[in-house]
Protein backbone atom coordinates (compact mmCIF):
# COMPACT_ATOMS: atom_id res chain seq x y z
CA UNK A 1 0.00 0.00 0.00
CA UNK A 2 1.06 3.23 -1.19
CA UNK A 3 0.19 5.19 1.73
CA UNK A 4 2.10 8.86 -0.12
CA UNK A 5 -0.07 8.03 -2.93
CA UNK A 6 -3.75 8.30 -1.23
CA UNK A 7 -6.05 11.17 -0.11
CA UNK A 8 -8.08 9.35 2.57
CA UNK A 9 -8.30 6.09 4.53
CA UNK A 10 -12.11 5.58 5.48
CA UNK A 11 -11.30 3.24 8.73
CA UNK A 12 -14.94 1.97 8.79
CA UNK A 13 -16.43 -0.04 6.07
CA UNK A 14 -18.63 -2.89 6.26
CA UNK A 15 -18.37 -6.24 4.21
CA UNK A 16 -22.32 -7.36 3.95
CA UNK A 17 -22.45 -10.06 1.59
CA UNK A 18 -19.58 -12.86 0.65
CA UNK A 19 -18.77 -14.09 -2.78
CA UNK A 20 -21.27 -16.65 -2.37
CA UNK A 21 -24.24 -14.49 -1.58
CA UNK A 22 -24.71 -14.92 1.57
CA UNK A 23 -25.17 -11.94 4.08
CA UNK A 24 -23.92 -10.68 6.94
CA UNK A 25 -27.45 -10.49 8.70
CA UNK A 26 -30.90 -11.39 7.99
CA UNK A 27 -32.75 -9.35 5.65
CA UNK A 28 -35.17 -7.78 8.43
CA UNK A 29 -31.76 -6.60 10.07
CA UNK A 30 -30.30 -5.29 6.46
CA UNK A 31 -33.62 -3.58 5.19
CA UNK A 32 -33.78 -1.44 8.12
CA UNK A 33 -30.30 -0.71 8.31
CA UNK A 34 -30.49 0.51 4.56
CA UNK A 35 -33.83 2.33 5.06
CA UNK A 36 -32.49 4.20 8.17
CA UNK A 37 -29.25 5.33 6.04
CA UNK A 38 -31.08 5.91 2.70
CA UNK A 39 -28.42 3.30 1.48
CA UNK A 40 -28.43 2.75 -2.80
CA UNK A 41 -26.37 -0.58 -3.26
CA UNK A 42 -26.14 -1.97 0.52
CA UNK A 43 -24.33 -4.96 -0.39
CA UNK A 44 -20.99 -4.83 -2.44
CA UNK A 45 -18.61 -7.85 -2.30
CA UNK A 46 -15.37 -7.55 -0.99
CA UNK A 47 -13.67 -6.86 -5.01
CA UNK A 48 -16.20 -4.89 -5.64
CA UNK A 49 -15.27 -2.29 -2.50
CA UNK A 50 -11.72 -2.28 -3.53
CA UNK A 51 -12.53 -1.26 -7.12
CA UNK A 52 -14.75 1.28 -5.75
CA UNK A 53 -11.95 2.80 -3.43
CA UNK A 54 -9.13 2.39 -5.65
CA UNK A 55 -11.02 4.52 -7.89
CA UNK A 56 -11.51 7.01 -5.05
CA UNK A 57 -7.91 7.09 -4.48
CA UNK A 58 -8.66 5.79 -0.80
CA UNK A 59 -7.59 2.80 1.50
CA UNK A 60 -10.53 1.02 3.11
CA UNK A 61 -10.48 -1.01 6.73
CA UNK A 62 -13.15 -4.08 5.38
CA UNK A 63 -14.89 -6.02 8.19
CA UNK A 64 -17.89 -7.60 9.31
CA UNK A 65 -19.52 -8.38 12.35
CA UNK A 66 -19.80 -11.67 14.14
CA UNK A 67 -23.77 -11.72 15.45
CA UNK A 68 -24.06 -15.52 14.88
CA UNK A 69 -24.63 -16.50 19.09
CA UNK A 70 -27.19 -13.30 19.59
CA UNK A 71 -28.90 -12.88 15.93
CA UNK A 72 -28.60 -17.14 15.04
CA UNK A 73 -27.70 -15.74 11.65
CA UNK A 74 -24.59 -17.46 10.96
CA UNK A 75 -21.63 -14.21 10.14
CA UNK A 76 -19.54 -13.87 6.81
CA UNK A 77 -16.31 -15.25 7.37
CA UNK A 78 -13.60 -13.75 8.95
CA UNK A 79 -11.54 -15.48 6.69
CA UNK A 80 -12.90 -15.21 4.12
CA UNK A 81 -12.72 -11.73 3.86
CA UNK A 82 -8.71 -11.39 4.96
CA UNK A 83 -8.45 -14.00 1.93
CA UNK A 84 -10.20 -11.61 -1.01
CA UNK A 85 -8.75 -8.48 1.03
CA UNK A 86 -5.07 -9.84 0.36
CA UNK A 87 -6.04 -9.83 -3.39
CA UNK A 88 -6.11 -5.87 -2.64
CA UNK A 89 -3.26 -4.93 -0.46
CA UNK A 90 -3.05 -1.48 -2.64
CA UNK A 91 -6.92 -0.39 -0.81
CA UNK A 92 -8.11 -2.96 1.72
CA UNK A 93 -7.29 -3.32 5.18
CA UNK A 94 -8.80 -6.40 6.73
CA UNK A 95 -10.20 -6.51 10.17
CA UNK A 96 -12.13 -9.32 12.07
CA UNK A 97 -15.12 -9.78 14.23
CA UNK A 98 -15.10 -12.16 16.66
CA UNK A 99 -18.27 -12.49 19.49
CA UNK A 100 -16.98 -12.32 23.15
CA UNK A 101 -19.23 -14.88 23.93
CA UNK A 102 -16.99 -17.47 22.14
CA UNK A 103 -14.45 -17.65 25.25
CA UNK A 104 -11.72 -19.67 24.03
CA UNK A 105 -12.48 -20.78 20.95
CA UNK A 106 -12.46 -17.01 19.86
CA UNK A 107 -9.40 -16.13 21.49
CA UNK A 108 -7.68 -18.83 19.59
CA UNK A 109 -9.40 -17.20 16.07
CA UNK A 110 -7.65 -13.95 17.01
CA UNK A 111 -4.60 -14.85 16.99
CA UNK A 112 -4.75 -17.59 13.90
CA UNK A 113 -6.34 -14.74 11.87
CA UNK A 114 -3.40 -12.34 12.87
CA UNK A 115 -0.70 -14.74 11.90
CA UNK A 116 -2.11 -16.58 8.98
CA UNK A 117 -4.71 -14.42 7.40
CA UNK A 118 -2.80 -10.79 7.82
CA UNK A 119 -5.80 -9.56 9.73
CA UNK A 120 -4.84 -5.94 11.45
CA UNK A 121 -7.27 -4.98 13.89
CA UNK A 122 -10.89 -6.07 15.36
CA UNK A 123 -14.37 -4.99 15.40
CA UNK A 124 -16.71 -5.06 17.96
CA UNK A 125 -20.44 -4.33 18.40
CA UNK A 126 -21.45 -4.22 21.87
CA UNK A 127 -24.89 -3.45 21.27
CA UNK A 128 -25.25 -6.47 18.38
CA UNK A 129 -23.15 -8.96 20.20
CA UNK A 130 -24.69 -8.48 23.53
CA UNK A 131 -21.97 -7.33 25.99
CA UNK A 132 -20.69 -5.08 27.88
CA UNK A 133 -17.37 -3.95 26.93
CA UNK A 134 -15.93 -3.54 30.12
CA UNK A 135 -17.36 -6.97 31.02
CA UNK A 136 -13.73 -9.17 32.98
CA UNK A 137 -15.20 -12.20 30.74
CA UNK A 138 -14.04 -10.12 27.70
CA UNK A 139 -10.78 -9.25 28.85
CA UNK A 140 -8.95 -12.37 28.07
CA UNK A 141 -9.82 -11.75 24.20
CA UNK A 142 -8.55 -7.99 24.50
CA UNK A 143 -5.13 -9.55 26.15
CA UNK A 144 -4.74 -11.81 23.28
CA UNK A 145 -5.45 -8.57 20.59
CA UNK A 146 -3.08 -6.40 22.78
CA UNK A 147 -0.62 -8.55 22.58
CA UNK A 148 -0.88 -9.19 18.77
CA UNK A 149 -0.09 -5.31 18.59
CA UNK A 150 -3.34 -4.66 16.34
CA UNK A 151 -5.82 -2.37 17.43
CA UNK A 152 -9.88 -2.78 18.32
CA UNK A 153 -12.63 -1.23 17.47
CA UNK A 154 -15.68 -0.42 19.09
CA UNK A 155 -19.26 0.66 17.74
CA UNK A 156 -20.58 3.38 20.41
CA UNK A 157 -23.99 5.61 20.48
CA UNK A 158 -27.14 4.65 18.89
CA UNK A 159 -27.24 2.29 16.23
CA UNK A 160 -29.57 1.96 13.03
CA UNK A 161 -29.14 -1.71 13.09
CA UNK A 162 -32.93 -2.72 14.35
CA UNK A 163 -34.02 1.22 14.12
CA UNK A 164 -37.87 1.53 13.64
CA UNK A 165 -38.11 -2.40 14.22
CA UNK A 166 -40.14 -4.05 17.17
CA UNK A 167 -38.17 -3.95 21.01
CA UNK A 168 -35.60 -2.57 18.26
CA UNK A 169 -35.30 -6.16 17.48
CA UNK A 170 -33.62 -6.87 21.60
CA UNK A 171 -30.80 -4.64 20.73
CA UNK A 172 -29.63 -2.79 23.68
CA UNK A 173 -28.42 0.86 23.36
CA UNK A 174 -26.65 0.84 27.02
CA UNK A 175 -23.87 -1.53 25.98
CA UNK A 176 -22.63 1.16 23.60
CA UNK A 177 -21.95 3.65 25.75
CA UNK A 178 -18.25 5.26 25.58
CA UNK A 179 -17.49 5.27 29.27
CA UNK A 180 -17.55 1.55 29.23
CA UNK A 181 -14.45 1.82 27.04
CA UNK A 182 -13.07 4.13 29.91
CA UNK A 183 -12.63 1.18 31.82
CA UNK A 184 -10.95 -0.79 28.98
CA UNK A 185 -8.77 1.90 28.16
CA UNK A 186 -7.50 1.79 31.54
CA UNK A 187 -6.63 -1.93 31.86
CA UNK A 188 -5.09 -1.90 28.38
CA UNK A 189 -3.01 0.81 28.16
CA UNK A 190 -0.98 -0.02 24.79
CA UNK A 191 -4.19 -1.57 22.84
CA UNK A 192 -5.36 1.08 20.55
CA UNK A 193 -8.97 1.38 21.05
CA UNK A 194 -11.34 3.39 17.96
CA UNK A 195 -14.41 4.60 19.47
CA UNK A 196 -16.81 4.55 16.00
CA UNK A 197 -19.41 7.14 15.08
CA UNK A 198 -20.51 10.26 16.80
CA UNK A 199 -21.42 9.25 20.78
CA UNK A 200 -24.86 9.96 20.61
CA UNK A 201 -26.50 10.32 23.28
CA UNK A 202 -22.92 10.31 24.69
CA UNK A 203 -21.07 12.53 22.34
CA UNK A 204 -19.29 14.46 25.86
CA UNK A 205 -18.01 11.07 27.17
CA UNK A 206 -16.36 10.33 24.18
CA UNK A 207 -14.88 13.10 23.79
CA UNK A 208 -13.92 13.42 27.35
CA UNK A 209 -12.05 9.40 26.82
CA UNK A 210 -10.38 10.25 23.77
CA UNK A 211 -8.96 13.30 25.09
CA UNK A 212 -7.65 11.73 28.37
CA UNK A 213 -6.95 8.06 27.12
CA UNK A 214 -3.31 8.65 24.64
CA UNK A 215 -4.49 5.48 23.29
CA UNK A 216 -8.07 6.11 21.88
CA UNK A 217 -9.41 7.54 19.00
CA UNK A 218 -12.81 8.63 17.49
CA UNK A 219 -14.06 7.38 14.06
CA UNK A 220 -16.47 9.78 12.27
CA UNK A 221 -18.03 7.00 10.58
CA UNK A 222 -22.40 6.78 10.87
CA UNK A 223 -23.59 9.77 10.75
CA UNK A 224 -23.73 12.39 7.92
CA UNK A 225 -21.31 15.44 9.05
CA UNK A 226 -24.56 17.58 8.95
CA UNK A 227 -25.52 16.33 11.80
CA UNK A 228 -22.52 15.95 13.72
CA UNK A 229 -22.65 17.35 17.26
CA UNK A 230 -21.29 21.03 17.94
CA UNK A 231 -19.42 20.19 20.44
CA UNK A 232 -17.61 16.94 18.42
CA UNK A 233 -16.88 19.47 15.35
CA UNK A 234 -14.95 21.86 18.07
CA UNK A 235 -12.87 18.83 19.65
CA UNK A 236 -12.12 17.61 16.32
CA UNK A 237 -10.82 20.97 15.55
CA UNK A 238 -8.64 21.68 18.41
CA UNK A 239 -8.08 19.25 21.34
CA UNK A 240 -9.00 15.71 19.21
CA UNK A 241 -7.52 17.13 16.08
CA UNK A 242 -4.69 14.15 16.35
CA UNK A 243 -7.23 11.79 17.77
CA UNK A 244 -10.32 11.96 15.54
CA UNK A 245 -10.36 9.68 11.82
CA UNK A 246 -12.62 10.04 8.80
CA UNK A 247 -14.78 6.43 8.63
CA UNK A 248 -17.89 6.21 6.48
CA UNK A 249 -19.94 3.55 7.49
CA UNK A 250 -20.09 2.41 3.44
CA UNK A 251 -22.13 1.17 1.98
CA UNK A 252 -24.56 2.59 4.28
CA UNK A 253 -23.18 5.83 3.83
CA UNK A 254 -20.71 6.36 0.91
CA UNK A 255 -17.55 8.51 1.10
CA UNK A 256 -18.94 11.30 -1.29
CA UNK A 257 -21.68 11.71 1.24
CA UNK A 258 -19.65 11.99 3.66
CA UNK A 259 -16.88 14.43 2.49
CA UNK A 260 -19.79 16.74 0.71
CA UNK A 261 -21.12 17.20 4.35
CA UNK A 262 -17.12 17.55 5.68
CA UNK A 263 -16.40 20.28 3.68
CA UNK A 264 -19.18 22.73 5.13
CA UNK A 265 -17.84 22.27 8.61
CA UNK A 266 -16.08 24.26 10.53
CA UNK A 267 -12.53 22.72 10.52
CA UNK A 268 -9.43 24.64 9.52
CA UNK A 269 -7.74 23.64 6.86
CA UNK A 270 -4.55 22.28 8.27
CA UNK A 271 -6.65 19.95 10.70
CA UNK A 272 -8.35 18.43 7.67
CA UNK A 273 -5.59 16.38 6.55
CA UNK A 274 -5.05 14.69 10.00
CA UNK A 275 -8.81 13.64 9.80
CA UNK A 276 -8.84 12.62 6.61
CA UNK A 277 -5.47 10.31 6.13
CA UNK A 278 -2.58 11.21 8.71
CA UNK A 279 -4.14 10.11 12.21
CA UNK A 280 -5.64 6.91 10.56
CA UNK A 281 -1.41 6.01 9.53
CA UNK A 282 -0.73 6.53 12.91
CA UNK A 283 -3.35 4.52 14.69
CA UNK A 284 -3.62 2.05 12.27
CA UNK A 285 0.57 1.52 12.23
CA UNK A 286 0.50 2.22 8.58
CA UNK A 287 3.72 3.63 7.25
CA UNK A 288 4.58 6.37 4.30
CA UNK A 289 7.26 4.96 1.79
Do not use: C
Request: hydrophobic content about 40%.
Amino acid sequence: MDVNDLVAVDVHVHVHQDLDGHLTMDDELLDAASAHFKAEDPNPTVPEIAEQYRRRRMAAVVFTVDTELATGHPAVSNEGIAEAAAEHPDVLIPFASIDPARGVAGIRAARRLVTEYGVRGFKFHPSLQGFEPNDRRVYPLYEEIQSLGVPALFHTGQTGIGSGLRGGRGIRLRYSDPMLLDDVAVDFPDLTIIMAHPSVPWQDAAISVAQHKPNVYIDLSGWAPKYFPPQLVRAADTMLRHKVLFGSDFPLITPERWIRDFERLEIRDEVRPLIMKENAVTALGLRHA
